[in-house]
C-alpha cells in the first residue's frame, strides 16, 4: 500500500474506533448510574421507621449484592469488552495500514500485534501506554479464561506480581480478581492514546 493511500485512510481509522470506544464507556457510565439508584433506593428503605426486621435484612442483603458483586461485574464486562475493542483495532490497523505484517506466533490477546506495532513505527520498549496495556492483558486472561480466579491462570505468578503493584487496580479476594472503577478508566485511556499514536503515526 502507498503511503498516500495510508495517509488518506488514516483519519476514517481515527474516527470509527473513537465511536466504538465512546459507546463502550457510556455504556459503563449508564449501567454504572442504574447500579448507584438502586443502592439510593435501598438505603431510603432501610431508613425507614415502618420497615419489618425481616424486609430490613433482605434490603441489606441486597443492597451488598449490588455493591459488592455487580459493581464488580459491571467492571469486569467493561474491562472485557475494552480488551476486545483494543484487540479489533489493531487487527483493522493491520490490516489497513501493515497488511504484509505476520503477527507474532504463539502470543496471546495484544501480544500478536507487537510486529505491526513496531512496523508502525511504534517503539514498543519504550512506549508507557503498550507497557500497562500488556500488563492488563494478564488480567484479562485471568477473567476470560479462569473466570478471575488467580490460581487457574496460566500467568499467575505475573499476574500476582501485577497485583501487588500499588497501581495495578486489582483487588484479590478468595483467590478471584476484582478491578475497580479507576483501572477502567486508565485501560481507556492507554488504548486511545495507544491508537492515537498509531493515527499519527501512519498519518506522517
Known amino acids: 500500500m502507498s503511503s498516500q493511500e495510508t495517509s488518506h485512510r488514516a483519519p476514517y481509522f481515527k ?12 455504556y459503563h457510565n449508564q449501567m454504572k448510574r ?4 438502586e ?6 428503605q432501610l431508613n425507614k421507621n415502618d420497615a419489618d426486621e425481616n424486609e430490613l435484612r433482605e434490603i441489606q442483603d441486597t443492597k451488598d449484592l449490588y455493591l459488592n458483586e455487580y459493581l ?4 469486569s464486562n467493561v474491562f472485557l469488552m475494552l480488551f476486545s475493542h483494543l484487540e479489533e483495532w489493531l487487527e483493522h490497523a493491520r490490516r489497513t495500514f501493515s497488511p504484509n505484517v505476520p503477527k507474532r506466533e504463539r502470543a496471546s490477546s495484544i501480544g500478536r500485534f507487537s510486529p505491526v506495532l513496531q512496523d508502525l513505527g511504534i517503539d514498543l520498549g519504550k512506549n ?6 500488556a500488563d492488563c492483558a494478564y488480567v484479562r486472561d485471568c477473567l476470560l479464561h479462569a473466570n478471575g480466579r488467580v490460581s487457574m491462570s496460566k500467568q499467575k505468578d505475573k499476574l500476582k506480581s501485577y497485583i501487588k503493584g500499588k497501581t495495578s487496580g486489582v483487588i ?4 478471584r480478581i476484582k478491578i475497580n472503577g479507576g483501572l477502567v478508566q486508565r485501560l ?3 488504548t486511545e492514546s495507544l491508537m492515537e499514536e498509531i493515527h499519527l503515526s501512519v498519518s506522517t
Open 15 to 26: 474516527i470509527a474506533k473513537s465511536i466504538s470506544s465512546g459507546f463502550i464507556i457510556n
Open 34 to 37: 442504574l447500579i448507584q439508584n
Open 39 to 44: 443502592i439510593v433506593w435501598f438505603n431510603e
Open 72 to 75: 464488580y461485574f459491571l467492571r
Open 128 to 133: 508507557k501506554n503498550w507497557s500497562f496495556l
Open 172 to 175: 484479590l479476594e478468595n483467590d
Open 188 to 190: 481507556s485511556s492507554a
